[in-house]
């Protein structure tokens, strides 16, 4: 069965330091994506990050790292330089390309970062 | 805007009333999903469209739950005789064509069954 694991429902992070958000999958599809969400408190999703699973190099955009070990089936999120704004819910999710592209997300992680 | 975008964005109603919500999605992604997340979970996959059919509907959707997109354009959601089981947030996201493309997602309508 499809599965994302988030292991860590709570994250503590000093501002303007590093954090991992750890993401686990489980599924024997080939064709897959990984993804990461930020959701704030206002409750809309926003997309960050995404990893195909043919992809070699790890997905990067801006503070935001996919750490993508594809033997391990972990797609963890790196955030650099943490800021204040970045305290909120993340999601891990996979999408199952033959399977229309459905979403499958973990528990989330909740983080807040400290001044 | 011409991000995805959803109606009402809160509706309290009394149990065993009926609702209906509405997505409109970007325009040119013909993909288009309905997710339902509770409180302190993650969404959960309740149906899914490619252009005006319905190609996948999850367990979760009971026979009280009916989702339509006409014309493959805007969705509807409705759900009839609400039980207090139904309070959540109901979220809807689209896509381009290919499925490995990121989904957008809309600010949700937030559902509360009294």
């Known amino acids: 069965a499809q599965k994302i694991t988030q292991t860590q429902p709570g994250m503590f992070v000093q501002e303007k330091e590093a954090v991992t958000l750890d993401c686990t999958y489980d599924?024997?599809?080939?064709?897959?994506?990984l993804f990461w969400y930020k959701q704030p408190s206002s409750g809309e999703m926003i997309f960050l990050i995404y990893?195909?699973?043919?992809?070699?190099q790890n997905a990067t955009e801006g503070r935001y790292s996919l750490n993508f070990q594809k033997a391990r089936k972990s797609a963890n999120l790196v955030i650099s330089a943490s800021q204040l704004g970045d305290s909120a819910m993340y999601f891990c999710a996979m999408s199952l390309w033959n399977q229309g592209g459905k979403l499958i997300f973990g528990q989330g992680t909740e983080l807040s970062v400290k001044p | 805007d011409t991000g995805v975008s959803q109606d009402p964005r809160h509706k309290i109603t009394k149990r065993g009333q009926n609702v209906t919500f509405r997505c409109d999605p970007i325009?040119?992604?013909?993909?288009l999903y309905w997710y339902r997340q509770t409180l302190g979970q993650g969404p959960e996959f309740l149906t899914y469209?490619?252009?005006?059919?319905?190609?996948?509907k999850s367990r979760l959707l009971s026979d009280r739950f009916s989702a339509e997109r006409p014309k493959g354009s805007f969705s509807t959601l409705e759900i009839q005789r609400t039980e207090q089981g139904d309070s959540a947030m109901y979220l809807c996201?689209?896509?381009?064509?290919?499925?490995?493309?990121?989904?957008?997602f809309g600010p949700g309508t937030r559902l509360t069954v009294t």
């Open positions: 996201a689209s896509s381009p064509r290919q499925p490995s493309y990121e989904q957008y």
């Open positions: 469209f490619q252009n005006e059919a319905q190609l996948e």
């Open positions: 325009s040119e992604h013909n993909r």
């Open positions: 599924t024997s599809d080939q064709s897959y994506g």
């Open positions: 990893q195909g699973s043919y992809d070699e």
